[in-house]
């Protein structure tokens, strides 16, 4: 399959096809929900996503990896010279980052703008010394670069049928939401890095502090006040949900059922974080395989009849893509309590 979405991305050169091979890696390990999304994009554009997602992990594994013995000075001055080929690749240089060289190629086909790669780095180092957050604000800030921006950075590649500028706050929003599910979804691994993305004012608007997170985590025991709080960081994360939602319908028809199913399955973590009795400090709460695959279905569906559309309209000279809702989808809000499109993956 990758050799058939680099043939139809017209991307020949060797070393350049094995950058993209590398960025798609990345992306199948890590992003399981997101790479199972992009498999629903147009061949051609795959490889582009692959790179944006790709480099995106590349940078979050240099300052996340539980695994390596890496101390905070080592990590900063990997991000420091992983910044610095970014920034010569972005100029034009041929990096010999494998990463880096896929990206700089997928950021001048796409015009994508180099401020969102550089707002990117600077929320990856602030992890190496923030540990918490005191509001939602302080928190929103941080998501600009490390969330906001990735949605930014897909807009080109996934195309608009409105003026890019009108789709872009629903696209940041969109990767926020998507952050603050893994936030919520994360916890409990989180704090084992030593952090707490959850904002310490709605924590303790339910009598919940880090120490007493840390003492669940470290016990086992559960909390009617961390549950408490836990729902209320959901809640939160499906308003961002709904801020997003209106930008489904300003996307290139054939990039809508990528975007959807991803948007399905992100609000399904938090159904199933719910479902699970917010017990995120002590365990992953996991969308159920049954539930992935009729999502994945759904979106085939939905891939062939927006394709056919497009078929139709290209045979109809002049005729420009109308923006609808994908069929079903009355506000594109994940919400609990309903069997709509918005909770079913």
């Known amino acids: 399959m990758t050799d058939r979405e680099l043939d139809a991305a017209g991307i020949t050169e060797p070393r350049l096809r094995a950058a993209y091979r590398r960025c798609r890696r990345l992306n199948a390990r890590h992003g399981r929900t997101y790479f199972l999304a992009t498999r629903l994009l147009p061949v051609e554009r795959r490889p582009a996503v692959h790179a944006l997602y790709g480099f995106a992990r590349w940078a979050d594994d240099i300052v996340d990896d539980l695994h390596s013995s890496a101390t905070a000075a080592d990590r900063a001055a990997a991000l420091d010279a992983l910044s610095a080929r970014l920034a010569a690749g972005l100029a034009g240089a041929d990096s010999e980052e494998p990463v880096v060289r896929a990206l700089a190629h997928t950021a001048a086909r796409y015009d994508i703008d180099h401020r969102h790669f550089t707002d990117f ?44 500028a009108e789709a872009a706050p629903h696209a940041a929003a969109l990767g926020v939401a998507f952050q603050l599910t893994n936030f919520l979804r994360d916890v409990g691994e989180d704090l084992d890095r030593g952090r707490v993305y959850l904002p310490a004012d ?71 974080v719910a479902d699970d009795g917010y017990r995120v400090l002590h365990r992953r709460a996991v969308v159920p395989r049954r539930r992935r695959a009729a999502v994945a279905v759904d979106g085939l569906v ?3 009849l927006a394709r056919a559309s497009a078929t139709g309209a290209r045979r109809l000279p002049g005729r420009p893509p109308v923006p609808s809702a994908p069929a079903g989808v009355p506000n594109g809000v994940p919400a609990r309590g309903g069997r709509s499109w918005k909770e079913t993956v």
């Open 302 to 304: 939905r891939v062939a």
């Open 121 to 164: 780095m600077a929320s990856m180092r602030s992890d190496l010394h923030v540990t918490d957050y005191a509001t939602y604000a302080d928190l929103r800030a941080y998501m600009h670069g490390s969330a906001a921006v990735i949605g930014l950075q897909m807009l080109p590649v996934l195309g608009t049928v409105v003026p890019r």
């Open 202 to 272: 709605l924590l303790a608007a339910h009598g919940v502090d880090r120490d007493m997170l840390a003492w669940s985590r470290l016990t086992g025991l559960p909390d009617r006040r961390i549950t408490a709080a836990l729902g209320a960081a959901a809640d939160l994360t499906r308003t961002v949900y709904r801020q997003a939602a209106p930008g489904l319908a300003q996307l290139d028809p054939v990039a809508r059922p990528c975007i959807r199913t991803a948007f399905v399955l992100y609000g399904a973590i938090l159904d199933a």
